[in-house]
């Protein structure tokens, strides 16, 4: 078994995500892209079955004791709060090919089956689009190298699913990045 990486467990409004970010300093290891998942299983209606710490805990074991990985995916972006999983400043395990060079961030839901555009599935996307901009200006990085876990070529399945369109998140996350920034990437985070 790899070396559990350990987690970082806390739950942040997209306000406090943006200051939690600010606070952190990449000391060797940074990100060149950030790869977009849905987390097929829980899906949206299932994820608040649970509070989030529990479901925190039961991830953590999924991730450490049954796949016996090292890490998992840096977030959780759900309909109420964005969960910061594995450590922002270290290589997670969510995407074969890419690990050591992106964050990975799942969306709660299962976009093949329940919308992202309309209802709880909207909120996720406005969390989700909030989150990206924050780690793209944090690290500098452009928001148009969004990956798709299925793009990922040891990846099999359709991940984040067929109703996450990626031009239109790219869009979104752009336009944001233009609303708090004026299009800039500070490196802010990254300079420490």
Known sequence: MAKWKGIVGREFSPDEFEEYVETLVFPAWR????????????????????????????????????????????LFVADDLIWV????TTSGVHSPSWNAISWGVEMVGDYSTEAFDTGSGAKVRDNAVSAL?????AAG????TIHFHKEDPKTTHNCPGINVQK??????????????????????????
């Open 141 to 144: 990085i452009d928001s148009h």
């Open 31 to 74: 990100p060149s892209f950030v790869v977009v998942h849905n987390t097929g299983s829980p899906k949206l209606s299932q994820w608040h079955s649970v509070s989030g710490e529990q479901r925190m805990k039961n991830l953590e074991h999924f991730y450490r004791d049954t796949h016996k990985w090292s890490a998992g995916p840096h």
């Open 85 to 88: 999983f594995t450590h922002l």
């Open 133 to 137: 901009a924050t780690l793209h200006a």
């Open 167 to 192: 031009s239109d998140l790219i869009q979104r996350v752009h336009d944001e990045l233009i609303r708090r920034h004026g299009g800039d990437h500070p490196l802010g985070a990254v300079d420490g």
